[in-house]
């Protein structure tokens, strides 16, 4: 209890750097820890399969990687920098995510029209949930009793209902829509739709599209702060940047080849961003839009997903 305590106290007083991004470096087989405050790699994991997704449990001390090539995850502890098991997954596992109430880890099969529900230990596979065609990525409501589910080849969001683990709408999107983005509250859902160039903004409550808004060449994922959302577009080499309130375009931001994965720091004040083709940790001060610097990190970095604790 003391320690549960003493973790609390820390993440509430510490500040918006004291952060560690964790990096899945595809090209390196290498899951990257960055310490934000010192802006340095301190540890590289190897994590076989080619890394992409990586999603945290509801403490922060377990990562939860997704291995394409491995055919599987890799289950981190991050206080000792190391795997402590694999799991074999069928198909493409790719888009993960965890239920922060109940730790279970929902992955995506990007090869089939499924995820799989996995045990917060990672060691087995409980059950799957049919949902639409190629689902990549994947987001949790805050009380964990919703799953949403955005479907690449469906053109579509499906909604899943975790207690029961079905499917019980799909909500049509964009074109291809890949990244999916909860706000804090669990209100609203952002997708980031890849050819059609633009996100959609979905009221989770009435299970409805209500907005779009226009980004650059080949949106990847969404993040969010309070007032403004943060899209990176692959082939422009931008983040959009774009009003939460108005869905108006606020600006672009230029940054590294191809960027990917992309996230807050718990303040709001830093966006972080990783270029898959130049091999950097983009740092954004999420107030001027201005690029403050890049990281090196390992080959091929992606981080799709929950990276930042």
Same mark, same amino acid.
């Given at each position: 209890?003391?320690? =549960?305590? +003493? ?37 590289? $994991? ?100 919703? $799953? ?83 899209? +990176? ?17 606020? =600006? ?21 961003? +990783? ?35």
């Amino acid at each position: 209890m003391a320690r =549960a305590a +003493t973790l609390a106290l820390a993440l509430t007083a510490s500040p918006a750097l004291a952060e560690e991004a964790l990096v899945t470096a595809q090209g390196a087989n290498i899951l990257a820890v960055v310490d934000l405050d010192t802006d340095t790699v301190v540890a590289q $994991i190897p994590v076989d399969g080619a890394p992409a997704g990586i999603a945290l449990s509801p403490d922060r001390r377990t990562a939860y990687v997704t291995r394409p090539e491995g055919h599987g995850i890799a289950v981190v502890d991050l206080e000792a920098r190391t795997v402590t098991s694999t799991l074999p997954v069928p198909g493409g596992p790719l888009g993960i995510a965890v239920n922060p109430k109940s730790g279970a880890v929902y992955v995506a099969d990007w090869y089939g029209s499924r995820i799989f529900v996995i045990s917060p230990d990672g060691a087995k596979i409980e059950t799957e949930i049919q949902v639409g065609a190629s689902p990549s990525g994947i987001a949790v409501t805050p009380d964990g009793a919703t $799953i949403l589910v955005a479907n690449r080849e469906g053109n579509s969001v499906s909604v899943v209902d975790a207690a029961t683990a079905t499917e019980t709408v799909k909500i049509p999107v964009g074109e291809h829509p890949f990244g999916i983005t909860l706000d804090a509250t669990g209100t609203r859902a952002y997708t980031a739709n890849v050819t059609s160039n633009d996100v959609s903004v979905i009221d989770v409550a009435e299970r409805r599209e209500f907005g779009r808004v226009t980004t650059g060449e080949r949106p990847y994922v969404v993040a969010l702060t309070d007032t403004r959302g943060f899209v +990176t577009d692959q082939y422009s080499n931008t983040v959009t940047v774009f009003n939460l309130k108005t869905l108006t375009n606020v =600006a672009a931001i230029d940054v590294g080849d191809h960027p990917e994965g992309i996230a807050a720091s718990r303040d709001g004040s830093r966006i972080y961003v +990783t270029n898959w083709g130049t091999n950097t940790l983009g740092v954004i001060d999420a107030t001027t839009l201005k690029p403050l610097k890049d990281i090196p990190v390992p080959d091929g970095p992606r981080s799709f997903g929950d990276f930042l604790r």
